[in-house]
């Protein structure tokens, strides 16, 4: 079941190894899990048949064990084979992940789930209608645990698109695009915000937001938060939408809305790409793809987080149609307590954030103290923001390799000032190393 061996290869070691100009141009200690602590240790284990929720959260179980067994400074890496995968919704318990991880691994020991390395034949992990609601990845006070080539995605879009019909004072009626959720189906009553219209080109390839939108419009919920849930116009085909807008008294012509325009429609869903509650540390994503869900949350302070190579965009085509927004929330979140631990060696690099349901990357409640450094980010076409720090939101600096619409956000040694939905500047600082 698994092979041990008291050596690093040497192909591993090179991967293992920081860049050079990582180890030149940071004082930060790179992830302490993967990058700058090489474990003596290895053992490798395969995962037995096939990928399935269940095996999943076994295998992972037997692993962890395996591995409290060992010295410190072991590394056991759970290799999943290649292939297509689709995921039910994990019923262990009050499980709230596919995958469910915690604090279980002991000292510095690491656990890697890693999928194949082979190109031609990745390994991609679908989660299906069942597990619609759970995240894929979650974790209580998690620590040492590196995912490594793996591709996220989901059956069903968390984010719904049609062809406007209507547009009269209070509300807007939509044809859906063939295969795009029902809009009863994304819609989340029990929230009392996420809930936005933008306009969209009918692009089929490349789909952006048009010029003439203003902005997000918000929808589902008057302006006192009475519910305003929407209505099918020919159930029980489903397929023509009445979505009720905040301002009951306005059309929404006058901000470009007319027949013929495509919308994207959001309901904010709390479906993560990952969900980490309390204190992280020693979490490693490396080559990894995000899609269809796309927010990375962690909360509560973290420490040696690192994401390279690691993308966040939209998933697969819907008959034919790219989808406009990968999903309905954002990217990654770092989000904090007012009394909570700062995050510290937070290191983004090699990453993209394309096209996700709200703010691309945001920090908030990042308290003194914090580190984050942003190094070959590109960040584009966000339903929201590019890149958001709030104003209690400490030491987020970037390196002149970070791209925000085809724009540097560094110029001339200083934060690029010309960028929009680049929010809020001035919590922003040029990295000094």
Request: charged share 15%.
């Amino acid at each position: 079941m698994f092979k041990k061996i008291k050596f690093v290869p040497m192909a591993v070691v090179l991967s293992l190894l920081p860049l050079p100009t990582l180890v030149q141009a940071t004082p930060l200690k790179n992830n302490e899990n993967t990058l700058n602590n090489v474990q003596s240790n290895i053992i490798n284990m395969y995962l037995k048949d096939s990928i399935t929720t269940n095996n999943l959260y076994d295998q992972i179980n037997n692993a962890i064990t395996t591995l409290n067994k060992e010295s410190d400074n072991t590394k056991l890496i759970l290799h999943l084979p290649g292939g297509t995968y689709y995921l039910d919704k994990n019923s262990h318990g009050r499980a709230l992940g596919i995958i469910q991880i915690g604090s279980a691994i002991n000292g510095t020991r690491i656990l890697e789930i890693q999928g194949s390395t082979n190109k031609r034949n990745p390994t991609k992990l679908y989660a299906n209608e069942s597990a619609y609601w759970q995240s894929f990845i979650f974790g209580s006070y998690p620590k040492n645990i590196t995912f490594s080539y793996l591709s996220f995605y989901r059956t069903e879009k968390t984010m719904s698109e049609g062809i406007i019909t209507n547009v009269a004072k209070g509300y807007i009626d939509i044809k859906l695009l063939d295969g795009f959720p029902e809009i009863g189906r994304i819609y989340n009553q029990g929230m009392t915000s996420g809930r936005y219209l933008r306009l969209i080109s009918n692009d089929i390839n490349n789909p952006t937001i048009l010029s003439v939108d203003k902005g997000q419009e918000p929808w589902g919920m008057d302006k006192q938060d009475n519910p305003l849930p929407p209505e099918a116009l020919d159930a029980p085909q489903n397929r023509n939408w009445r979505i009720y807008t905040k301002n009951t008294q306005a059309d929404l012509s006058r901000v470009g809305y007319k027949i013929g325009l495509w919308v994207a429609v959001k309901s904010k869903s709390y479906n993560y790409a990952y969900n980490f509650q309390g204190f992280s540390s020693n979490i490693t994503f490396n080559n990894i793809g995000f899609f269809d869900s796309t927010m990375g949350q962690m909360h509560g302070g973290a420490k040696n987080i690192t994401l390279n190579h690691v993308k966040f965009g939209r998933g697969d085509r819907v008959n034919g149609v790219v989808p406009a927004f990968a999903s309905s929330a954002g990217g990654p979140q770092f989000m904090g307590y007012t009394d909570s631990s700062p995050y510290t060696n937070i290191l983004l690099d090699y990453v993209w954030l394309e096209y996700t349901g709200d703010d691309n990357f945001s920090a908030q409640h990042a308290s003194q103290g914090s580190s984050f450094k942003l190094d070959h980010v590109t960040s584009k076409g966000a339903f929201a923001r590019l890149l958001l720090a709030t104003y209690d939101a400490y030491g987020v600096c970037l390196t002149d390799n970070v791209i925000l619409d085809n724009q540097p956000a560094v110029v001339h040694g200083a934060i690029n000032q010309d960028i929009e939905h680049f929010e809020f500047k001035k919590q922003f600082s040029v990295c000094q190393y």
